[in-house]
């Protein structure tokens, strides 16, 4: 057994918010809109055009990613931007994007 996961403490809630967020984020298409937010407040228009789909796609991706609490919004003018709103979530994109995603 490896020393440094010896006295580690497996909460069951988070390894089942684990699994919730892993399992919204499998999808291709809302990694890749996690992958386009990273550290940014982006709206909806403009995660339609750097992922290149439908806003009606989008905008049903967006709301699993904000009801797993993933996602934060803020709606300023008649404008809705959205971003990562978890400090854990973003240190996860950033290294997925750094194993998986080319440079």
Do not use: W
Request: glycine share 2%.
């Amino acid at each position: 057994m490896d020393k440094d996961n010896e006295h580690i403490n497996y909460n069951d809630a988070d390894i089942a918010r684990a699994a919730r967020c892993l399992k919204a984020m499998s999808h291709p298409l809302r990694l890749k809109i996690l992958c386009v937010l990273g550290n940014n407040a982006i709206s909806v228009q403009d995660i339609v055009e750097q992922v290149g789909t439908s806003q009606s796609n989008i905008s049903q991706h967006l709301a699993i990613l904000r009801e797993k609490n993933i996602l934060g919004s803020k709606k300023e003018a008649n404008r809705v931007f959205y971003f990562i709103d978890d400090e854990r979530m973003l240190k996860l994109i950033k290294m997925m994007r750094d194993v998986f995603c080319s440079h």
